[in-house]
């Protein structure tokens, strides 16, 4: 069997869970790897979409993609997805309520949206190009801890010794925002959205954290240490 995975910084995760052969993955598939983002293209941050590509740059890439899924029994779509992190990581940026009663501020909602509508171009492009069934995999939800998190903030260390950490329950809240909006862009385009197992989740929703490197960071780099079986 054949897999095309399509993606930006999340598809690591399977990269490095296919070289591991994580839970027999390389035995059960063959994985060709497609990575959307290239400082080769000019593409300096995730913010960009497929239009922002010059039609040089936009004809590789179709080729490849078709290339990638032609005889492929799937086509894994790992496109983007830290938006929750960055814009809800913390309270201090006039971008979110920090209590979870008080929901998601219209601002930081439609930072969201925006963020989602550069997705959608993403999707629009691939489905134009895939020579098979495409599915989405959306980026795995925050871990309730705050130590946790606190001892793995990365980047948004300086940020939380700052202005503090959001609550772990408007963190979820965000995540759950965000993945309906790509649930709903996914659907548009006749792309199915392919969920995080519920055994990597705690009760309350969040991720495990035995499903992390312990030795990550959050964000991007906040990587299943299991990836083959999510």
Same mark, same amino acid.
């Given at each position: 069997?054949?897999? *095309? ?94 209590? &979870? ?12 949206? *925006? ?23 959306? &980026? ?10 606190? *001892? ?79």
């Amino acid at each position: 069997m054949k897999i *095309a995975v399509m993606g930006m910084s999340h598809i690591k995760a399977l990269q490095d869970a296919y070289r591991g052969n994580h839970s027999g993955l390389a035995d059960a598939a063959r994985f060709l790897f497609v990575q959307l983002r290239r400082p080769a293209f000019g593409m300096k941050n995730s913010r960009f979409s497929p239009h922002d590509l010059d039609p040089l740059h936009q004809a590789q890439l179709s080729k490849e993609i078709a290339d990638a899924t032609s005889g492929a029994s799937l086509a894994a779509l790992c496109i983007r997805g830290n938006i929750f992190q960055l814009l809800g990581m913390t309270p201090g940026t006039g971008e979110s309520q920090p209590l &979870p009663d008080s929901g998601i501020s219209d601002r930081l909602l439609n930072k969201i949206v *925006a963020d989602v509508l550069i997705n959608d171009s993403w999707l629009s492009f691939i489905a134009r190009f895939s020579k098979t069934k495409n599915v989405i995999m959306p &980026p795995p939800p925050p871990v309730e801890s705050e130590e946790w998190v606190r *001892a793995h903030a990365g980047c948004f260390d300086e940020k939380i010794k700052l202005h503090g950490l959001n609550p772990p329950q408007y963190r979820l809240e965000l995540y759950e925002v965000y993945s309906r909006l790509i649930r709903e862009q996914a659907g548009k385009h006749g792309i199915d959205y392919m969920d995080i197992p519920q055994g990597a989740r705690s009760a309350s929703g969040f991720l495990k954290e035995c499903y992390t490197l312990g030795k990550e960071k959050i964000g991007w780099q906040n990587r299943p240490t299991v990836p083959g079986s999510l």
